[in-house]
């Protein structure tokens, strides 16, 4: 049975192409998933351990402090120096992050002491280490960041003092981390406490752990001494819980991509053995039982699987190797577990395997006598039966009833809103074969009136339902995955952003403790950021920084729309709703402050009385007038904030032009300002927008290769029709175009499907998501991201054009005489 | 009385010589043959397996592309034309019968009957179409599919379809093949009328001589030339000649 499997695919080797196709993408994902991760996390072990990188033995003793004593004790290093064999003690290099920048460039840089000699892990490569504090040394990977060369200057965030680079070293860099030296001066190096200790040994490390732990009895708590080697494997390991969380996490996408996968090989078995129909119809007229037939069909499966699981691990091999050349953790080769691999492999198998059963078990019912007829049968197109009907109809009652269910909102509305899309997912995709025919018939008809070509290519597209079917509900799992996510995260941006924009209108609000000079005003103005700019005055209630400010017309100068409680009347003073410090230094207690409550403020002839409205959007030292009030108020009215509107809050580009001017003035800070959150919010998202999209877009180009695969597998099988319509006088390029609304068809109806339920479930999603929290919070604005959703669109329809390419031209060069001879 | 139009053939060759393989053994299916077919005449080809007719049949019909030598039709030669010509010439000018498999399983009937005009995106003249059809029996018939009709009626169907776009000649291959005799000879009557009552150009290609003799006239083919052309043939003389060339 292996030598006919291995004959058939050695002789028809094209037909599996696509097939292979598949499930080397599909492993090849998981395998680039391992591999990648567990390089990752050797990098970061890696990192982690740099320190430790020379040492033989490493001592670690708790730094404690009990019964007034310090521990370590003074002299914990001297013991251990003291053990015969011992070479050198050594505090571990301190490290600590810190943001260096150069020019309009920043980096995060792991800043270590220098290390001595004998415990240097990497080398330097120009210069020399660091020895006064105004020197350092930089890795290759960190001047790269910061654009910056030996002999330049940087500055740390915040600092007001140069450091200039003296020496350059070859320290890798990885997804996290990039590394740089600072010299420490000598004598605060014995003040440090520190709790490990880097020991090199004369000899073979694991001899001197005894001695050592006896030489420190007393001196320490909770000591450990363990061997270099040791010490390294631990950090290695420190980080694989998370490690692995996140490893299973994207192994969620990766059984996404083995699901849709498995949708497309059953597609290509089931056409395969249609189209062999009189082959087998042969064996079993021969003698062959119906369970020789579907081992058959099982082993040549079972062949495929594993020539494109190894494919597929060949292919994650070169992913992760290229995802390694990103984040620089190729320096530490790829890890590889060969547990994970052989699991990877094991599962691109198997899902071959399963996805062949059932083709399998049809092809063990072919009749011996198909054998015997001449005029090739038209694929079987079964109707699809009752009992499909009825469980999805069924389905799809259970999850339009926890839809509802999810809509009532409450703690586990999320929990019902996804077992209602798991329900109605079954009832949509299972039931395809009930509608895909007739849709496509239906708009077969609309489009009828341009031709037979068309007519005949929508009609062909549904001739086969249950083929048609499989083949667009592929896609429309694919595609209705990728657009539930874009949408939620497209949904839940413009509603976090409308929230923005009302609690926070104002794009920036700059607040100093002294007059804002109106050069400062006119510089801001003057950023092409900004669109308009307004200095608010204020006047000091008290000396304790409090001050009171009126709007006024502020928010029209502006051209912003005014938030809910933000203008008073005459009279009235707005103040924070959960701490005042106007309302504290009134009398008044600030956490028991209602709206309705009395306040006394010290105007120019006598106290003046205000009805004290609470509000969200004031700031706790600030209180809003009238500006009728504002005037009676005694004091010079000085302008302390400055209110921009941007053109485009959520860009941080341009939010970066003000904070830089900004930065000159230490005395102004930035309060309530919605373009910083905007900002903030839209990049987040946008990142979770790509790599989310890039998950499951694998799982969509699968299902493409598969639109392909029936497209090919077809056009075999209608040879003699092709070689008909060109014998009647249809061109070539008719029969092309007749492909190609083919594929457009298909892969319309699997895109359309699967944008609209996606969208739906991404809706629902962030609704139910929403009604857990406390109300009024959120306000939902359901969203499409422009671009990534019709860029998935486009991105389908082009590969439908593409995949009817090869099988367009095989058709169009049937030649009449070839194919029309009597068979 | 004959016009100018009935002098010149409705199709014909000119020294048409196809071979197959161009290895160490071609094989030349069509030896150097020239013939020219009368309008409105009914032509038999005939032969052994092997003979080349439908060789010859497949070259005359602009299916095949000869070796040498000039095809006509109607006043064209098509050996030289490109291939989108060539195909409006089957389009346009030529029908086809086959044996089997004549119809597009995805259409109706009565849309198989107006592919080639709707190919050309010509307007179907419905009277004619009318005509046609009842004259074949299919008034009954024009909105199923060809699987739910049976031989006899798809070659109707398939007749009916070539006689639409009124083609300078209908070329049939063996299309009696799969017929049962009752059916095949009133297809056989059919065509005949159509050859003499409409003036219809008609070629068939057989290897029955009982098909033959509704013929006026039988080419009989032996080794790729044309060895006898019998004009008025009858069965049993065809039968006759067949068993002589074995």
Known sequence: ?823 | MTTQLDQVPACGTQNLTKVFGSGEQPVVAVDDVSVAIARGSFTAIMGPSGSGKSTLMHCMAGLDRPTNGAVYVGADNIAGMSERDVTRVRRDKVGFVFQSFNLLPTLTAEQNITLPLELAGRKVDRQFLGAVVSSLGLADRLTHRPSQLSGGQQQRVAVARALMTRPEVIFADEPTGALDQKTGTALLEYLQACARDQGQTIIMVTHDPRAAGYADRALMLLDGRVVDDIANPSAEALALQLGVMG
């Open chain 1, 1 to 823: 049975m292996l030598r006919h499997a291995l004959s058939e695919l050695r002789l028809h080797p094209t037909r599996f192409v696509a097939t292979l196709i598949a499930i080397a993408i599909s492993v090849g994902f998981v395998a680039a998933i391992s591999v990648f991760v567990n390089s990752q996390q050797t990098a970061l072990g890696m990192q982690n351990a740099l320190q430790l990188s020379k040492a033989d033995v490493v001592v670690r003793t708790e730094e404690a402090w009990i019964d007034d004593q310090s521990y370590p004790l003074p002299g914990f290093a001297d013991a251990i120096a003291a053990v015969p064999g011992v070479a050198t003690v050594l505090p571990e290099p301190l490290a600590g992050a810190g943001v260096l920048t150069k020019g309009d460039r920043t980096a995060t840089i792991s800043l270590f002491d220098v290390p001595p000699a004998e415990l240097q892990w990497s080398q330097l490569v120009e210069g020399r280490m660091p020895e006064a504090d105004d020197e350092l040394a930089l890795s290759r990977a960190a001047l790269e960041k910061l654009g910056a060369q030996l002999g330049d200057a940087v500055r740390p965030q915040g600092g007001d003092a140069d450091l200039r680079v003296v020496g350059v070293t070859d320290d890798p860099n990885t997804l996290w981390t990039t590394v740089g030296y600072i010299s420490v001066p000598a004598q605060s190096q014995e003040d440090v406490l520190t709790g490990t200790f880097l020991v090199k040994v004369d000899g073979d490390p694991a001899a001197v752990i005894g001695p050592i732990e006896q030489a420190v009895v007393g001196l320490g708590t909770e000591t450990t001494v363990m061997t270099g080697d040791q010490a390294r494997a631990e950090a290695l390991n420190a980080m694989t819980a998370d490690v692995d969380i996140f490893k299973y996490l994207l192994q969620g996408f990766g059984a996404v991509a083995l699901l849709v996968g498995a949708i497309t090989i059953a597609n290509t078995f089931t056409i395969l053995v249609t189209q062999r129909r009189r082959q087998l119809g042969l064996l079993r007229a021969v003698g062959a039982s119906p369970a020789q037939v579907r081992g058959r069909i099982v082993v040549e499966s079972f062949l495929i699987g594993a020539v494109g699981s190894l494919l597929g691990l060949g292919l994650g091999f070169a992913v992760a190797w290229g995802g390694g050349a990103v984040t620089g953790s190729n320096y530490f080769g790829l890890t590889v577990v060969p547990l994970e691999l052989a699991l990877a492999w094991l599962a691109g198998v198997v899902v071959t395997m399963l996805a062949s059963i059932g083709p399998a078990i049809a092809a063990s019912r072919v009749r011996p006598i198909e054998a015997l007829q001449s005029v090739p049968t038209e694929a079987q197109a079964k109707r699809a039966g009752i009992v499909r009907a009825v469980v999805c109809g069924l389905a799809g009652v259970a999850g339009a009833a926890l839809v509802v269910v999810a809509l009532g909102g409450g703690d586990w509305a999320l929990l019902w809103a996804i077992l209602a899309g798991v329900a109605l997912t079954i009832a949509v995709l299972g039931a395809a074969p009930l509608y895909v025919a007739p849709l496509l018939g239906l708009v077969g008809r609309l489009f009828g009136m341009a031709g037979p070509t068309t007519r005949m290519a929508f009609v062909n597209s549904a001739r086969n339902p249950r083929r048609a079917a499989s083949t667009a509900t592929a896609l429309m799992l694919a595609v209705g995955l990728i657009v539930t996510l874009q949408a939620a995260l497209a949904t839940a941006r413009s509603s976090g952003m409308a929230t923005i924009d009302k609690e926070y209108p104002i794009d920036v609000v700059g607040v100093s403790t002294e007059a804002i000079p109106s050069s400062l005003i006119e510089q801001l103005g003057a950023l092409p950021a900004v669109q308009r700019v307004v200095g608010i005055e204020s006047k000091p209630v008290g000396t304790d920084g409090t001050s009171v400010i009126a709007p006024g017309t502020a928010y029209e100068d502006l051209g912003v729309e005014r938030p809910n409680r933000s203008v008073p009347e005459a009279g009235e003073i707005f103040l924070h709703d959960e701490y005042s410090a106007i309302a504290e230094a009134a009398g008044l207690d600030p956490a028991t402050l209602k709206s309705g409550a009395k306040i006394s403020l010290p105007g120019a002839d006598g106290p003046i009385e205000f009805t004290v409205k609470t509000s969200g959007s004031v700031s706790w030292d600030t209180g809003l007038v009238a500006a009728e009030d504002f005037a009676t108020l005694p004091g010079e009215p000085t302008v302390t904030q400055v209110w921009l509107k941007l053109y485009d809050r959520t860009s941080s580009t341009q939010l970066n032009q003000v904070t830089a001017v900004l930065e000159g003035h230490p005395e102004i800070y930035l309060d309530q300002s919605g373009a910083m959150m905007a900002s903030i919010l839209t990049q987040v998202m946008d990142v979770m927008l790509i790599v989310l999209t890039a998950l499951l877009g694998v799982a969509v180009v699968i299902a493409l290769v598969g639109v392909g695969n029936t497209l090919g597998l077809s056009v075999i099988e209608r040879q003699r029709e092709s070689a008909l319509l060109r014998a009647l006088g249809m061109q070539r390029g008719g029969l092309r175009l007749m492909l190609l609304v083919e594929a457009l068809a298909m892969v319309a109806v699997g895109t359309l499907i699967g944008l609209i339920a996606g969208s739906f479930f991404g809706w629902l999603g962030v609704k139910t998501a929403f009604s857990s929290m406390p109300d009024g919070v959120m306000e939902l604005r359901f969203a499409l991201d422009p671009w990534y959703t019709t860029g998935l669109i486009a991105v389908c329809l082009l590969a439908a054009v593409a995949a009817s390419i090869l099988p367009g031209r095989r058709a169009a060069n049937a030649t009449p005489t070839e194919a029309l001879a009597a068979d």
